[in-house]
């Protein structure tokens, strides 16, 4: 399960952590590449979920309130609960 680098230094005081949160949610995740392919489509779904552009004629995140971007991120946390609880009950298969 490879990845890229984070992106900042290694000599961080928080680098270990960071790397031990990335390798969780990777882990969680089914690797870098399903992490890759599968977050942009969850991210994309909960925001036009949220938009909604065919009932509310809206298009972009500068149209929606403050209580629906919040909306948003509990979404995102809702789909990521879900398709990682789905994944760990695959792998005990």
Known sequence: MSSP???FDPLH????LIKQLEAAILRHAGGFEK????IPQLLR???DEVI???RS???TLIEIEKTEKTYIGTKI????????RRNSDQARI
Do not use: C, H, K, T
């Open 45 to 47: 779904r909960a925001i």
């Open 35 to 38: 992490f890759r392919v599968d």
């Open 57 to 59: 004629n809206r298009f």
């Open 5 to 7: 680098p984070i992106g």
């Open 52 to 54: 909604d552009s065919a």
């Open 77 to 84: 946390e809702i789909l990521l609960r879900n398709r990682w």
């Open 13 to 16: 005081q928080d680098y270990v």
